[in-house]
């Protein structure tokens, strides 16, 4: 399968740049990570759910974990084997939206 330029991987350099424009996310084991944490499972429910509309608008698909009220989203571009701007595009768009 072909990689667009959006899928290309990042150097580390250009990571450290993309990292610097997002709120609390981190890179762990080579994703990029945010926890989010909400009163109760009914509000982690709907805030996945509208994880899983911003996935499906840019055909591109997070680890996501639950525990009840605790959120984890974890990006990479498994094409690309690392990150790519489509992770960071992901997580401005979902940074976006809260």
């Given amino acids: 399968m072909e990689t667009t330029s959006a899928e290309r991987k990042l150097s580390e350099e250009e990571i450290s740049k993309e990292l610097k424009t997002l709120d ?29 509309r911003i996935a499906e608008s840019l055909c591109h698909h997070p680890t996501i974990f639950n525990d009840y009220g605790l959120v984890v989203i974890e990006l990479e571009t498994h094409s690309s084997k690392g990150l790519s701007m489509l992770d960071f595009s992901f997580a401005n768009q979902l940074d976006s939206q809260l």
């Fill in 24 to 52: 609390s996310w981190r890179i762990s084991k080579g994703r990029l990570h945010k926890e989010f944490k909400f009163k109760n499972f009914a509000e982690a429910l709907e805030f996945i759910n509208m994880v899983g």
